[in-house]
């Protein structure tokens, strides 16, 4: 399972892809879903749903805010995760 | 041809500038516009280009570093950023016209800081009058001019003192002096590509402690549903697509000064303008305009005193010498030293010049003056 972590510019999702990955936490950037998006194109890291909150953490701690984060419902649409 | 204008822009780069120019506009799209391959090598360019900058000049994260074309773009931004139509400026005696234009454009006082003539302590003494008060300070930290090293990091600890946000011209000090964002605390640092740096003409970065007003409005590639610039830094300021393949460029320059030593290229520089002033010094009829050496980097004006400087910078590259004669974009640095009426002739170098260049450069001067003053 995955879940996905917006951000508000691609070089702020590009700044958390590194981060995660030099955590330890392996994360794939992505152009952010349509439908998790309410100003158009955003950027986002997908990761491991079992990593999530250990890289929320890590991103805290450098400072580097993200937005909303997603998972899939199962039917192709989005959930918001709240952690 | 012995390349001396490299304050204008440095000729002689190193040879992976060239080769990832050559592959960025083969394999490189634009960054956010798309995930597809290209796109994502162009945009991982992008972003590699502003980590290496975010390591050689100590700032804390990576989005601090905005691309511009050039640093007169940069010192444009900030102006526009900080700047109202009749706010006191002060500003140092040696400012270029990318500080003066944008300035007067905005509608700007000027308040100008000269002090004793290449005197850093009588520039701060002056200075510490002036900044009280004052919208804002924009300083260049090297004069294009001359060459003269200005007190930047003192200057920085002035303004903090007063609250007083400050700019900075890197123009001539980014990759040839060190450059410490943190340490100088400016609000912009204005830095060209092209120059110390080593990268392509048409590439320049903007050096942010905050945010600032774009200069341009356009697509970014993201929050497109809002007519507004993204509130974040790079993307506000970043609109329409980028230079990428300058920016490949512009990496490895930064690559390669920071792998070689700011202070190992500054070393290298002094030791071939001191070979170089020595040898002008003894030239008759060429008035040497000498910068205390402690104070100086790799610029050297002079002012031939039988011929006309353009006469002189024609000559010499006709022999194979490119220097430049004339004001140098910056008549204010010209009042503050007395050189307005006739300019100078500048020679500028670069850590790929040698010293067997510096001597040939000093005889075929001297040749060129010698003949000129029989005729």
Redo the contacts between chains.
């Keep these: 399972m995955s879940v996905i972590i917006l951000f ?5 999702a ?2 958390g892809v590194r981060v995660l990955g030099g955590g330890g936490i392996p994360a794939t ?3 952010a879903p349509a439908e998790t998006t ?6 986002a890291a997908v990761l491991s749903r079992r990593k999530l909150r250990e890289a929320v953490e890590l991103l805290d701690s450098v400072s580097l805010p993200h937005g909303l984060i997603f998972e899939p419902d199962g039917s192709g649409g989005y959930t918001e995760v709240r952690l | 041809m012995i390349y001396l204008d490299s304050a204008a822009t440095t000729l002689l780069k190193p040879p992976s500038v060239a080769k990832a120019v050559e592959k960025a506009i083969r394999t490189c799209a634009s ?2 516009r ?2 597809h391959p290209p796109a ?1 090598r162009a ?2 360019c992008a ?1 590699a280009c ?1 980590e290496e900058a975010t390591r050689l000049f100590g700032l804390d ?3 601090r570093v905005t691309f511009t074309m050039n640093a007169t773009h940069g010192l444009n931004i900030a102006v526009r950023s900080l700047v109202q139509p009749g706010m006191r400026v002060v500003i140092s005696g040696y400012e270029h016209n990318a500080v003066v234009r944008p300035l007067v454009n905005v509608g700007a006082r000027l308040d100008v800081c000269v002090g004793e003539r290449f005197n850093p302590d009588s520039f701060l003494s002056e200075l510490k009058e002036k900044i009280p008060g004052a919208g804002a300070v924009v300083c260049t930290h090297v004069s294009n001019v001359f060459g003269f090293r200005l007190p930047v990091e003192e200057v920085g600890a002035l303004c903090r003192e007063n609250g007083v946000p400050l700019v900075i011209d890197a123009a001539q000090s980014a990759g040839h002096v060190p450059v410490d964002f943190s340490a100088l605390g400016a609000e912009f640092v204005a830095v060209p590509g092209h120059k110390g740096l080593m990268g392509p003409q048409g590439t320049g970065l903007l050096l942010c402690r905050n945010s600032a007003q774009p200069l341009l409005y356009g697509g ?7 007519t507004a610039m ?6 506000r300021l970043e609109a329409g697509t980028q230079n990428v393949c300058g920016i490949a460029g512009l990496r490895e320059g930064i690559r390669f000064v920071r792998e070689t030593g700011v202070s190992r290229i500054a070393g290298r520089e002094a030791e071939l303008t001191q070979r170089l002033h020595r040898g002008l010094k003894l030239i008759p009829d060429l008035n040497v305009i000498s910068v205390p050496e402690k104070h100086r980097t790799g610029v050297i004006s002079v002012i031939p005193l039988s011929m006309s400087g353009e006469d002189l910078a024609a000559a010499l590259g006709e022999a194979g010498v490119a220097v430049r004669a004339g004001l140098h974009c910056a008549p204010l640095a010209h009042k503050t030293a007395g050189t307005v009426s006739t300019g100078t002739v500048r020679y500028s170098v670069c850590a790929f010049n040698t010293p067997e260049e510096m001597e040939k450069a000093v005889r075929i001067t001297e040749k060129i003056l010698k003949n000129r003053y029989k005729t």
Excluded: F, H, W
Excluded at chain 1, 38 to 43: F, N, S, V
Excluded at chain 2, 230 to 235: A, G, H, I, Q
């Design positions: 508000r510019s691609l070089t702020y590009q700044r950037l992505i152009k309410t100003r158009g194109c955003a950027y | 960054p956010g798309g995930v994502m945009a991982d972003y502003r994260a990576p989005e970014t590639g993201n929050m497109s549903d809002s993204p509130e974040d830094l790079p993307e």
